[in-house]
C-alpha cells in the first residue's frame, strides 16, 4: 500500500509539471502572437520589403520620350521652298532584356529585405520569452522571500519565548529581525525589478506600459531535453540573407552587362516648309517628313569593367561576412547547449542542497522541543535555505532562457 501511495504522488507531481509547461507554453505563445501583431519594428520591416517590392514597378520603365520644335529664325531655302519649323520626336530603347534584368535585380534586393522580417520575428520572439522567463524569476524569488520572512517570524516567536525562559538572549531576537528587514529589502528591489521588466515586456508587445503581466506560477525542467538538430543552423535566415545578397549581386552583374550593351532609337522628324510664290511645280511647299534610327554605343567603357570588378568583390565580402556570422552563430549555440545542461546540474545539486538544509531545520526544531536551540544556527541554515531556494529559481530561468536561445538558432 505505502509502494502504490508513493507512485501515485509520484504521478501527480509529474503530472503537475506537465501541466505547468503547458500552460506556460499557452499562455506565452499568446503573448508572442500580440506582439508579432503589433510590434512596430516588425510593422518597419514589413513596410521596407513593401517599398522594395514595388520598386520593381519604378524600373520597369525605358528612357522618356524625346520631343523638340524648332523654329527657324533665319528661313533657309530649298528648292521647294522656304523652311519655317521644325518638330521632331525621338525614342530610345534599351538592349533586348534590360529591363527584365533590372527587375530581377530589384526583385532579388526586395527577396533580401524579407529576410530582415522574418529575422525579426524571431528576435521578437525570443525577446519576449526571455523577458517572460525574467519575470517569472523575480516572482518566484518574492514568492521565496515571503516564504522565508514569514519562516523567520516563526524563529522570532520561539526566540521570544526562549528569552522568556532565559534560554536566548534579546541579541538572538534582534538578529532574527535584522535578518528580516533585510529580507524585506530584497523584496522590494525585487517588486521595483519587475515594474521595470514589465515595462520592458509591455513595450514588446507595442502596449500600455503598466498593463499588469501574469506569469506562470510555477516552471519545472523537464526529465528530458528535446532533440536538438544542429543542421537546421544552416538555414537560419541570418545566413539566408547572406545568400539573397550573394544572389542580388549576381542579378546586378548581368544587368551590367546589360547596360553595356547599345540602345536603339527610332525617331520621325518634321519640316514645314512653305511654297515658292514665284514656281508652279508639283513639290511646291512640300513638307519634309525624315524617319530616323540611331545607336547608342558605350565605346568607353570602363565604368562598367569597374563595376563587374566591384561586384566581383562585394561577393567575395557576402562570402566573408556569411562564414564569420556561421562561427558567431555555431558558437552561441554551443554556448547555449552547454549552459542549458549546466542549468539542468546546478538545478539538480540545488535541490539536493535544500533537502538537506530541510532535514538541518527540522533537527533544530526537535532541539528547541528538547528545550535546547541555537538561533545562530537557525540562520545560518535560514540563509542557506534562501541561497538554495534562489539559485533553483535562477538555474530554471536559465534552462528556459537557454532553450529560447536554441530555438531562436534551430526553429524551423
Known amino acids: 500500500m505505502k509502494y502504490i501511495k508513493i507512485n501515485i504522488k509520484f504521478v501527480l507531481t509529474l503530472g503537475s509539471c506537465f501541466l505547468s509547461l503547458i500552460v506556460n507554453a499557452q499562455q506565452l505563445e499568446v503573448f508572442i502572437d500580440e506582439a508579432l501583431t503589433n510590434n512596430p519594428e516588425i510593422q518597419k520591416f514589413e513596410l521596407q520589403y513593401k517599398r522594395a517590392s514595388e520598386k520593381v514597378n519604378e524600373v520597369n520603365t525605358i528612357p522618356n520620350t524625346e520631343f523638340g520644335v524648332g523654329y527657324f529664325v533665319s528661313e533657309p531655302e530649298t528648292r521647294t521652298g522656304a523652311q519655317r519649323f521644325k518638330v521632331s520626336a525621338k525614342q530610345m530603347l534599351p538592349w533586348f532584356g534590360t529591363v527584365t534584368s533590372r527587375e ?118 523537464p526529465s528530458e531535453n528535446f532533440e536538438i538538430n544542429t543542421e537546421n543552423l544552416a538555414l537560419h535566415p541570418e545566413l539566408l540573407k547572406y545568400d539573397k545578397l550573394y544572389q542580388s549581386i549576381e542579378q546586378s552583374e548581368l544587368l551590367n552587362q546589360k547596360e553595356s550593351s547599345p540602345m536603339i532609337g527610332f525617331g520621325l522628324d518634321y519640316i514645314n516648309v512653305d511654297e515658292r510664290p514665284d514656281l508652279d511645280f508639283s513639290d511646291n511647299g512640300k513638307d519634309i517628313v525624315m524617319p530616323m534610327v540611331s545607336v547608342s554605343i558605350p565605346i568607353f567603357n570602363n565604368k562598367y569593367k569597374s563595376q563587374t570588378k566591384q561586384n566581383e568583390l562585394q561577393q567575395q565580402e557576402i562570402t566573408a561576412q556569411k562564414q564569420e556570422r556561421l562561427n558567431s552563430l555555431e558558437t552561441l549555440l554551443d554556448k547555449a547547449i552547454n549552459e542549458r545542461i549546466s542549468a539542468r546540474i546546478s538545478y539538480a545539486t540545488q535541490t539536493k542542497n535544500f533537502k538537506q538544509a530541510k532535514d538541518a531545520e527540522d533537527i533544530l526544531i526537535k532541539s528547541y522541543e528538547t528545550g535546547t536551540i541555537d538561533f545562530n544556527d537557525v540562520l545560518d541554515i535560514q540563509e542557506l535555505q534562501l541561497k538554495f531556494q534562489m539559485n533553483q529559481i535562477e538555474s530554471v530561468k536559465t534552462y528556459y532562457v537557454q532553450t529560447t536561445i536554441i530555438n531562436y538558432l534551430t526553429q524551423q
Not at 517570524?153 to 533585510?182: C, F, H, P
Not at 503581466?213 to 519545472?220: G, K, R
Open 104 to 221: 530581377n535585380y530589384v526583385s532579388s534586393l526586395a527577396d533580401a529585405k524579407y529576410e530582415n522580417i522574418v529575422i525579426a520575428k524571431r528576435k521578437l520572439m525570443a525577446s519576449v520569452s526571455q523577458s517572460y522567463y525574467n519575470l517569472y524569476d523575480n516572482k518566484a524569488k518574492q514568492e521565496v522571500l515571503t516564504e522565508n520572512i514569514k519562516l523567520l517570524e516563526t524563529y522570532e516567536t520561539l526566540a521570544l519565548t526562549s528569552v522568556e525562559v532565559g534560554k536566548a538572549s534579546a541579541v538572538d531576537v534582534l538578529r532574527l529581525q535584522m535578518r528580516q528587514n533585510e529580507m524585506q529589502q530584497l523584496k522590494d528591489v525585487l517588486q521595483q525589478q519587475f515594474l521595470a521588466e514589465q515595462t520592458n515586456f509591455n513595450n514588446l508587445l507595442n502596449r500600455e506600459n503598466d498593463v499588469t503581466v501574469n506569469v506562470v506560477d510555477e516552471l519545472a525542467i
